[in-house]
């Protein structure tokens, strides 16, 4: 398997941000890591090796980059005008900054999907959401989609604005849900094990419906829990079946 790992210093974030790329070509998938966790996360727990028949043959290349989770959502000490700073700059980052990286790498035609599990699952969705010119479709696995889960009770319209569950049923602009709608690619996956939230999932796609949004929404049993087996299972069996 082909894999580099770059990096440059990030204006909007103002420090060296890595990223592990894997492959030679096919459609981008960018990965968003879990909780507090990095760029080599999906790497580290086996992900990127359940991904390698179809990265070998050229089907996807992958882009798996840091959150700052832990300069937000996961920062404690910080005051919640910080970590929603932090947030927004992050995803400035991904939009100004990763997607032309993505871009220059591969063709401006090269669709990019954006996936994640547990936490960014929510990052993966939100951003997908939020710029769909730039973003052609998501694939959240796992991932709770109000963003007040994370902010122990902290709500601002920053927050609202960052969060699916709150924004996405007052989602008026009709260019912007037009852009959505025409996605073929928003996978909603979750198991129904220890620790999943899949009512948060079917929560997410009932909005969607009334949206007149396609989505695929898929739950998974008991025996399916909010882990890495979870993950590695799911994410190359919709690879190789809806891809």
Not at 85 to 102: A, L
Request: charged share 20%; with cysteine; glycine share 6%.
């Amino acid at each position: 398997m082909e894999r580099r790992i770059t990096s440059w210093y990030s204006p909007c974030l103002q420090r060296d941000m890595p990223v592990a790329v894997y492959g030679y070509y096919g459609f981008a998938l960018l990965m968003v890591p879990t909780a507090a966790a990095d760029f080599l996360e999906y790497e580290r727990f086996g992900l990127i090796e359940s991904l390698r028949p179809f990265i070998d043959s050229g089907k996807l290349k992958v882009y798996s980059i840091n959150s700052i989770n832990n300069d937000s959502w996961m920062n404690y000490e910080a005051h919640p005008l910080h970590k929603t700073y932090m947030h927004k700059q992050w995803n400035y980052y991904v939009y100004d900054e990763v997607i032309p990286f993505i871009k220059n790498d591969t063709s401006s035609e090269t669709p990019i999907f954006v996936c994640g599990a547990s936490f960014g699952a929510l990052h993966s969705a939100n951003l997908f959401f939020k710029r769909p010119d730039l973003i052609d479709g998501c694939i959240p696995m796992s991932g709770v989609y109000e963003l007040t889960e994370y902010t122990r009770g902290y709500y601002d319209e920053d927050v609202y604005f960052n969060s699916p569950m709150h924004y996405l049923p007052n989602l008026t602009d009709h260019e912007i849900l037009e852009q959505i709608r025409r996605s073929n690619h928003i996978h909603l996956f979750s198991g129904s094990g220890e620790y999943e939230d899949p009512e948060s999932a079917r929560r997410l796609a009932g909005i969607l419906y009334g949206k007149g949004i396609n989505y695929e929404l898929d739950i998974w049993g008991g025996e399916w829990r909010h882990d890495w087996n979870t993950w590695r299972a799911m994410l190359p069996h919709y690879i190789g079946s809806r891809f």
